[in-house]
């Protein structure tokens, strides 16, 4: 019988293609005071727990607190699936940024 070995990056490589990841552009940032989060409007619809919704919601943390309107971001849409719609994500392995809205550096002199 032949062993299998896999290094963690492997490994990390394998977990991260078993993940749902669902892609999305930013429409609309707006901060919500009583939950200090950020809720995000994306360009598709997002089935939730308790229903479909046009957005998701991160916490006021890094790296959530630096995404922008028109970054793409990606998320676990079947870990989304689970909960709530009113829910804050502050998982980096659920949502991440995967491109920026700026499209060239800004030059300042």
């Not at 032949?2 to 394998?14: A, E, G, H, N, V």
């Not at 994306?42 to 727990?49: F, M, V």
């Amino acid at each position: 019988m032949r062993k299998l070995t896999f290094s963690l990056q492997d490994f990390k490589k394998i977990l991260n293609n078993m993940v749902n990841w669902k892609k999305c552009k930013i429409e609309k940032k707006f901060y919500i005071d009583w939950q200090n989060s950020f809720g995000f409007v994306l360009d598709d619809l997002i089935s939730h727990k308790d229903g479909v919704n046009v957005g998701i919601i991160c916490a006021n943390s890094h790296p959530f607190n630096t995404y922008q309107e028109g970054d793409y971001i990606e998320f676990d849409s079947d870990r989304v699936k689970q909960e709530n719609k009113s829910y804050v994500l502050n998982d980096i392995n659920l949502v991440r940024k995967i491109s920026s809205s700026m499209t060239s550096p800004v030059m300042l002199w």
